[in-house]
């Protein structure tokens, strides 16, 4: 079974421009959820969608966005990007984003910000 | 609101040692904790999934316990070999919050020198 596949894997942008992510789940998974990682923050959740609802969001601002595919595929998307947005974009998935599902990540987009 | 820690931050052994990774948290009322691996630059590995009615998790060389009362989980690495140098990351899956949200510690960054 495929894992978690994200696109694409670097990304290179300037402040002020825009930037879509992409995360297709583990087959027959229903939830994905995305995370910020930076070598300051650690790793912060963003927002999860399951069944195309965003179930769960984290703390940040309105730029970061998201959306959910009828086949569960999701997408991130962040507005006016800012220098302090340059981090690895990770996404997971599971199968109903149950409490007791294991999670199963994607190897991550990073994204640069000039 | 759950906070997660670990120690140490960082740990360098010889090659064939056993070692031992600490998680704590904050908030007793977790449905699971999970222990993934994360090499440079690079994705999150599940190793272990220890639900909150379970005491441990084994596979191959690794062993992870939960000890909800005290807020504390461990990971056993037995004859540490040097591709298991990685970061290390724990992950509360919290009562409070629905769906699939982690709450993940700042990781140990574990060198095994040959």
């Known amino acids: 079974k495929a894992g978690v596949t994200q696109t694409p894997r670097y990304l290179i942008k300037t402040r002020g421009q825009q930037v879509t992510l992409s995360c297709s789940p583990i087959?027959?998974?229903?939830?994905v959820s995305w995370y910020q990682q930076t070598p300051g923050q650690g790793l912060q959740f963003l927002f999860e969608?399951?069944?195309?609802?965003?179930?769960n969001k984290g703390n940040f601002p309105g730029r970061f966005s998201g959306r959910q595919f009828s086949n569960s595929r999701s997408e991130m998307n962040v507005s006016t990007l800012e220098l302090g947005d340059s981090a690895l974009y990770l996404c997971?998935?599971?199968?109903?984003?149950?409490?007791?599902?294991?999670?199963?990540f994607g190897p991550g987009t990073r994204l640069t910000v000039l | 609101k759950q906070e997660v820690t670990q120690i140490p931050a960082a740990l360098s052994v010889p090659e064939g040692e056993n070692l031992v990774l600490n998680c704590s948290f904050t908030?007793?009322?977790?449905?699971?904790l999970q222990w993934f691996r994360q090499d440079p630059g690079k994705g999150l590995t599940s190793l272990l999934l220890?639900?909150?009615?379970?005491r441990e998790q084994t596979s191959g060389r690794l062993n992870a316990s939960l000890d909800k009362s005290s807020g504390r989980s461990t990971l056993y690495i037995a004859a540490s070999q040097p591709g298991d140098s990685a970061t290390y990351l724990c992950?509360?899956?919290?009562?409070?919050?629905?769906?699939?949200?982690?709450?993940f510690g700042e990781g140990t960054q574990l060198t095994v020198n040959p």
């Open positions: 997971a998935s599971s199968p109903t984003g149950g409490s007791y599902n294991e999670q199963f």
């Open positions: 087959s027959g998974h229903r939830s």
């Open positions: 969608y399951f069944s195309e609802t965003q179930r």
């Open positions: 908030d007793s009322a977790i449905y699971n």
């Open positions: 220890i639900q909150s009615s379970q």
């Open positions: 992950a509360a899956k919290d009562q409070e919050t629905s769906g699939s949200r982690l709450t």
